[in-house]
């Protein structure tokens, strides 16, 4: 009977997403003129090419991103925004902590900060030395997330709107689904 489950496991691997799959794929929905490839992609997201890569095939494995004929990656735009929309928040909460430095995020950057009204609390902010900004640990999706922004502030934007959905207020997840279905449709 073990022999019969490891063969059909064998033969339909499962599919887990991973963190830092959502983070290529923000990456990826921003460059759909201009296939990357994984090194340019690589870099831009501050991870390597065999994460880069491995990521491409768990997101082709889920039916959110493709390969065109030169073998390039692509995302899949409908099925990437329902995936943020609706599965993003319960398949990678957001793990809070004490007071650091770092960057801000979700309601407290661009291109929120200016819908609301700030009050008192401390901002959520990714972790970062080079960060200006003291307020509350707000894991970010990938470790790499922090660099990765600092470099594009239109990724920075689609990652902090990610945030927003993955721990914000039911206001604030509301306001960062619209733009985040703006952002993707565009």
Not at 138 to 167: C, I, K, M, S
Not at 169 to 186: D, G, P
């Amino acid at each position: 009977m073990y022999d019969l489950l490891m063969a059909r496991s064998k033969s339909n691997p499962q599919i887990t997403l991973r963190p830092q799959d959502v983070v290529v794929l923000l990456r990826l929905s921003m460059g759909r003129d201009e296939p990357l490839s994984y090194a340019t992609l690589a870099y831009e997201v501050q991870m390597t090419a065999s994460e880069v890569h491995a990521s491409i095939k768990r997101a082709v494995l889920s039916q959110l991103a493709t390969k065109n004929k030169d073998g390039k990656p692509q995302v899949l735009l409908e099925p990437l925004k329902q995936f943020l929309l609706h599965g993003l928040r319960y398949c990678f909460p957001v793990v809070r902590g004490e007071m650091t430095r770092g960057f801000p995020t979700a309601h407290a950057a661009p291109p929120l900060v200016d819908k609301f009204v700030a009050n008192n609390d401390p901002p959520p902010v990714w972790p970062d030395k080079e960060g200006s900004v003291r307020g509350l640990t707000f894991q970010p999706l990938y470790p790499t997330v922090p660099q990765a922004a600092a470099r594009n502030p239109a990724f920075y934007e689609l990652l902090a709107l990610a945030d927003a959905v993955r721990g914000g207020s039911a206001r604030e997840r509301s306001i960062a689904m619209k733009e985040l279905e703006q952002r993707i449709a565009s």
